[in-house]
């Protein structure tokens, strides 16, 4: 739910203390309190924030024996679990919606992009490159010639070309190699 809540664009998340039953979530609840979402929270920032709130909530619910509610019925969203898929960097989606990805799944599992030879590049940290900024010199060709899957570099940078918008990729990992920045990434893998 915390990764799904910062790839949604969420301004806001929470915890609550609740009784087991037997549905999913579907408990009654005798404490809520809501964090906000950052625009720069990734799940490494957030999830502490929201795991301190949750102990202080339960200690509070345990000293204070407050009595449980049941949910209401509306604004029950259900958070599909990660899959690889939701990894994936495409580049037919918005820019907007891909940095969300990469700080949703940063530290712990992590954004990537599909190179021309099948083989995958971590995506660590990334920020939206102001609209002004035209792409520059495709990295990389595949067999047919065609360039990489929307990568660029321009003036230094590791660049993903978006449907709208561009992606600054700003700390990589290729393909069974440690996470760098993606200067020195391009000082070894640019072609």
Do not use: W
């Amino acid at each position: 739910p915390v990764e799904r809540a910062i790839m949604a664009g969420d301004e806001r998340t929470g915890v609550s203390i609740m009784r087991l039953t037997a549905g999913l979530d579907s408990g009654p609840v005798c404490l809520t309190v809501e964090e906000p979402i950052l625009s720069n929270d990734t799940y490494g920032s957030l999830a502490p924030r929201l795991s301190e709130l949750g102990g202080e909530l339960l200690v509070r619910a345990l000293e204070e024996k407050l009595p449980f509610v049941e949910q209401p019925s509306e604004g029950v969203t259900y958070a599909e679990k990660i899959g690889p898929e939701d990894r994936l960097l495409d580049p037919a989606r918005p820019a907007s919606e891909l940095e969300r990805v990469v700080r949703a799944l940063h530290p712990h599992i992590g954004a990537r992009v599909a190179l021309t030879d099948k083989a995958m590049l971590g995506v660590h940290r990334a920020a939206l490159v102001p609209q002004d900024a035209a792409v520059g010199e495709r990295i990389g060709r595949g067999a047919d010639g065609q360039s990489a899957l929307g990568l660029a570099i321009r003036d230094g940078r590791l660049l993903l070309d978006c449907a709208v918008g561009t992606l600054k990729l700003l700390e990589v990992q290729p393909p069974g190699g440690r996470p760098m920045d993606a200067a020195a990434y391009l000082r070894g893998h640019a072609s």
